[in-house]
């Protein structure tokens, strides 16, 4: 008897939850309706549809996969961020739902430059697969970005990413350590930098540690690497009114402030994710300051 969707989808959630793994129900029922090109709606509606038994592989190999505690966005090869489709590779992060707080918390200050001044320049350091830059260019139709990372693949798959979404004419990406390889001023610098300390990743699950790259994750002894490198030099590269958005880890708003605060700059909000985690910094220039100097 041929398999149905309903079928295929029970035998799917009955190995993950064997498994071990927490949603898998809702697993199951992304990676079949992702293999399948079905939206989730239309998994409810057609449960009684066969399935060839080429496309049953195919699920059962994704299910396998799954079963590893490799995550589902990683087997399907892409994930939706803030509206847009994100291929993910090998050199990316998997872009998480919390960033989408950093691109809400900028995108005012991008429409706020573009009304005065016509364009907006943005940078985004470490742009692994392009995410922020490209929801805000998707937003703001008249900002222009850079994505900056130190992985190649990282960096291709950020281009692709913008040429998928129509994106790529206002789109450039640079290999740069942070600041290093970077000229000019920018209207907005974001960065949703590494900042897990190195001695706790490997207490990570495994869809974290073994799937995203450690570039990605290890911030150093402290987590604060990045934020320190990105500090240090962001005044050369920030415009008067600009401003430097910033994801940060839940226990770092005071460490993060206090080292963008030792270099000129105000915090001017900081916003919390869906836990309730200090998540986002956004800074300025602190004027009373510079006038000071
Ligand atoms: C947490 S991921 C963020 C990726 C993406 N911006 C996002 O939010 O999904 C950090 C990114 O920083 C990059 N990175 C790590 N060290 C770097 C460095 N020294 N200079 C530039 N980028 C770096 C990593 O390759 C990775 O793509």
Partial sequence: MAETLDSLLAESRDRLKAAGIEAAALDARHLVSGLLGLSLAALMTRGGDPVSEADAKRIRAAVERRAAREPVYRILGEREFFGLSLKLSRGTLEPRPDTEALVDAVMPH????????????????GTGTGA?????LASVLDARGIGTDISRDALATAAEN???????????????????????????????????????????????KDHDPAAALDGGDDGLDAYRAIALH??????????????????????????????GFRLLSAIKDFGGNDRVLVFEQDVERSNDR
């Fill in 110 to 125: 991008a429409r706020r430059i573009v009304a005065r001044k016509g364009s907006c320049r943005i940078i985004d350091l």
């Fill in 132 to 136: 922020i830059c490209l929801a805000l």
């Fill in 162 to 208: 913008a040429r998928r979404n129509g994106l790529a004419g206002r789109f450039e990406t640079l290999q740069s350590k942070w600041f290093e390889a970077v000229d000019g001023r920018f209207d907005i610098i974001v960065s949703n930098p590494p900042y897990i300390r190195s001695s706790v990743i490997h207490e990570l699950e495994p869809e974290v």
């Fill in 234 to 263: 962001a005044d050369r590269h920030l415009e008067t009114d600009g401003v430097i958005g910033l994801e940060i880890g839940f226990d770092q708003k005071q460490a993060v402030t206090a080292l963008f605060e030792a270099q």
